[in-house]
């Protein structure tokens, strides 16, 4: 464990027993996953009335079955996505070398070679736990992740333990521009969640995304525009069971700078439309259980431009 990371006293008991569970081989986890998700699903019902509503608004030309069908699908993504985040907290570089696959790893790699940052935009589509790690130990330059830390700290320091143990280096949300700033020369990758919600405060764009009204954060889009750096789209697809493939699509090569205005944030845009293919191609591989769509738009807020 990195010695930067420190453990309550309190919660070394849980400590042990979760990194025991992650020296199970994942196929055994798998089984733990299928028994999870029959209580998940069956017994408490965690946000079932979110996953279905969710499901029923972003696919409003799906029959109440196809959506029911869906739901029992992300249930059980989401207890492998559990366990397989618990199995990161033990996995070698080699088996998640087996586990997951870049398709085009030298669209990524021609931009790192350049000399500068390259800011990837993804998701909480199939297991985005592993995606850095998995970066970690295939690329041949630092890979980081921006993060927004927990309340438990227990849970932060879990979690943070997990996501760096191959390699991988975390930047706290709140601390982005200052590192961003310190290290703007430094090639490297720098890995955000670009899916999740706003607080209303800091909502700054609004587009239509599964037919629904739906603010975006811009953190990537003014990173990218401030100091030139070029954003790819991380697409991941689960192929089979605790297997995934990673394909990158370019945004912006940051050659060309795409200037934001008050109505209009292209490269944001740009990620919520391949954002919407990846769901669309697999509804039941993307994170349902949060409530996206908490926050209403104004009215007399600017439609987006397409």
Same mark, same amino acid.
């Given at each position: ?24 081989? +994942? ?41 029911? /069908? ?7 993504? *989401?207890?492998?996505? =559990?366990? %397989? ?29 350049? @000399?500068?940052? &390259? +800011? ?8 985005? %736990? ?6 970690? =130990? ?28 191959? @390699? ?12 961003? &700033? ?6 490297? =990758? ?13 909502? /700054? ?25 070029? &954003?790819?789209?991380?697409?991941? /697809? ?7 493939? *990673? ?8 050659? /060309? ?29 993307? +994170? ?19």
């Amino acid at each position: 464990m990195n010695k930067d990371i420190k453990i309550p006293p309190l919660y070394y008991p849980l400590w042990f027993f979760l990194k025991g569970l992650s020296l199970l081989p +994942l196929p055994v986890l798998h089984v733990l996953s299928d028994f999870l998700y029959s209580v998940v699903y069956y017994i408490v019902g965690y946000r079932k009335k979110v996953v279905l509503q969710n499901l029923r608004n972003a696919f409003p030309e799906k029959s109440e079955q196809e959506i029911k /069908q869906i739901a029992k699908g992300f249930y059980k993504q *989401l207890a492998d996505v =559990v366990v %397989e985040t618990l199995k990161l907290s033990s996995m070698s570089a080699e088996e998640m070398r087996r586990r997951i696959t870049f398709t085009n790893q030298y669209l990524l790699d021609d931009l790192v070679k350049q @000399g500068t940052p &390259v +800011l990837t935009m993804g998701s909480h589509a199939a297991n985005w %736990e592993w995606v850095l790690p998995a970066g970690a =130990v295939q690329f041949g330059f630092p890979t980081n992740g921006i993060y927004k830390s927990l309340h438990n700290p227990f849970f932060e320091a879990y979690m943070l333990h997990t996501r760096s143990q191959l @390699g991988a280096r975390l930047i706290e949300m709140k601390d982005t521009s200052r590192d961003f &700033v310190r290290n703007r020369k430094v090639p490297r =990758v720098v890995a955000m969640l670009s899916d999740q919600t706003p607080m209303r405060s800091e909502i /700054q764009y609004w587009t239509t995304f599964l037919h629904q009204d739906t603010p975006f954060y811009v953190g990537a889009e003014k990173l990218s525009n401030m100091f030139g750096y070029p &954003v790819l789209y991380l697409d991941v /697809q689960r192929t089979s069971r605790g297997h995934y493939t *990673l394909t990158f699509e370019t945004i912006t090569d940051g050659t /060309q700078p795409k200037p934001a205005t008050e109505d209009h944030y292209p490269i944001t845009e740009e990620f919520a439309r391949k954002l919407e293919a990846t769901i669309c191609r697999s509804p039941a591989d993307y +994170l349902w259980t949060h409530k996206r769509w908490k926050h209403k738009r104004p009215e007399g807020a600017s439609q987006e431009a397409f």
